[in-house]
């Protein structure tokens, strides 16, 4: 063979060797394309003026949140998982705790406006007005209705869409806030509807009812009740660099068995300028209808987006429980207790 038919036969030998890794470079490009990361680092000073029994202050840094979302995405089918960790809370991470999220989505598509989604896995419940993360907040704390009304997390299926004006919501699920299997079966349901019936309005309606909660063996089932929630959320933004948001929340058998609780929040968002805006939120909490007293909340808070995915902010924050002893959120009775903090959050 002459160098010029050794050469031909070379290229040809390493084309057929290249075409495969070429071929699988394009694949994984295309999933590249798919893909999306995304997460954030919130770090906090905070302290209040409640004293420990030793007449000491609590009072420090902390990380108090770590999280990284990977979304992908492919034709009418995808999947999300948030990696989440708390450190400054303390505790053993468990595998509940890290994975805040793990679901598969599938969407039928030319059903209302976005299609009909199916979500099956563990989700965030889509209940009230305010968020979960940091980084979608625009107070360092949140409110008491966030805290003790309703739940953080849901696993089951779910099924959402839109058309028009109308946003609707509905799942059936393991119970509130629970991941796993349960002795008495899935007996969780709701859902949301949501109407914005005029330009920058949009109200929710949700509700719960979870049978789970208070059964926790077969034997149990009989004996003790379902928790119910009824919640309604407020969103107006129909005026430049304003945000307003509302929610009025009541629940039955989700604090304890035979307990009856209410509670609501208003809050006002402006933004001065493209940096610096500032929060006013005011909330209660009856934890008890039948206890006379209740606890309030008042909370003010300076925002800074400082660029390239950084904000920080510095919130002070008033609490009062009016009804006997000390109420779930640690406040004791008579007192008012101010917290600050200060809070540097960067998301990608």
């Known amino acids: 063979m002459n160098i010029k038919h050794r050469t031909m036969a070379a290229l040809l030998g390493i084309g057929m060797i290249t075409a495969p890794a070429l071929a699988d470079a394009d694949s994984l490009k295309d999933k590249l394309d798919n893909l999306q990361v995304s997460g954030f680092v919130d770090a906090s000073l905070s302290g209040s003026n409640l004293s420990n029994p030793n007449g000491t202050k609590n009072r420090g840094v902390g990380l108090d949140q770590v999280e990284l979302d ?34 598969i989505t599938y969407t039928v598509p030319s059903v209302g406006d976005d299609g009909l ?15 979960l993360d940091p980084n979608d907040m625009y107070q360092f704390s949140h409110a008491l209705v966030f805290n003790f009304g309703v739940p953080t997390n849901l696993t089951g299926a779910m099924v959402s869409g839109k058309y028009g004006m109308i946003d609707a919501t509905a799942y ?61 959320d407020l ?39 493209d940096m610096f805006g500032a929060t006013l939120r005011y909330d ?27 904000g920080a902010l510095v919130e002070v924050r008033q609490d009062k429980n009016t009804a006997a002893g000390t109420d779930p959120n640690g406040t004791p009775f008579g007192n008012n207790i101010v917290s600050y903090a200060f809070e540097m959050t960067y998301g990608f």
């Open 70 to 103: 990977i979304e992908y995405h492919e034709g009418n089918v995808g999947l999300r998982f948030d990696l989440n960790a708390f450190p400054s809370a303390g505790g053993a991470v468990t595998n509940n705790s890290l994975f805040e999220q793990g679901y």
């Open 117 to 131: 989604t199916f979500t099956f896995g563990k989700f965030n419940a889509p209940i009230g007005w305010e968020l």
């Open 172 to 232: 059936w699920t393991n119970g509130t806030d629970v991941n796993g299997l349960q002795a008495n079966g899935m007996k969780t349901f709701g859902g949301r509807l949501g109407i914005s019936p005029v330009k920058g309005l949009n109200i929710g309606i949700s509700y719960i009812q979870d049978k789970n909660r208070n059964n926790t063996s077969t034997v149990a089932v009989n004996g003790n009740p379902a928790s119910t929630i009824t919640d309604i």
């Open 235 to 273: 969103t107006y933004d129909g005026i430049e660099n304003l945000l307003i948001g509302a929610e009025y929340n009541e629940n039955k058998n989700f604090q304890a068995v035979g307990v009856r609780s209410r509670g609501a929040m208003v809050m006002m968002h402006y933004d001065f300028t």
């Open 284 to 310: 209660y909490f009856d934890f008890d209808r039948a206890i006379q007293g209740k606890s309030t909340a008042y909370t003010g808070a300076v925002t800074a987006a400082l660029g390239g995915g950084l």
